[in-house]
């Protein structure tokens, strides 16, 4: 049986865009929590639990990548992602 999957778009607004370290602060936050998590753009999708799977996204600076999570825990772990990529990975 499914769960629901939580969702949100929020734009990449760093400005070098989803690069190593961004990839990474989003790995170690979705980790955090019990559910599944995923990334996309532009129709590719990328498991956000991934370093390697999030940076063939190739996401830049404008882009807009769609955060989803399903499990228990879902609706926090977007939450906590949608407001890290907002903050613009703490890197200005």
């Not at 990449?12 to 753009?41: M, Q, T, Y």
């Not at 390697?52 to 228990?72: D, P, Q, T």
């Amino acid at each position: 049986m499914r769960g629901i999957v939580i969702q949100q778009e929020v734009e990449i607004a760093n400005k070098v865009g989803l690069h190593v370290r961004p990839a990474s602060i989003l790995v170690e936050i979705a980790c955090k929590f019990k559910s599944d998590v995923w990334i996309e753009r532009d129709g590719k999708e990328a498991n956000g639990k991934s370093v390697i799977s999030l940076l063939l996204l190739s996401g830049e600076k404008g882009n807009r990548i769609n955060i989803k999570a399903e499990g228990s825990d879902a609706a926090q772990a977007v939450k906590a992602l949608v407001k890290v990529v907002k903050d613009k990975f703490g890197e200005e």
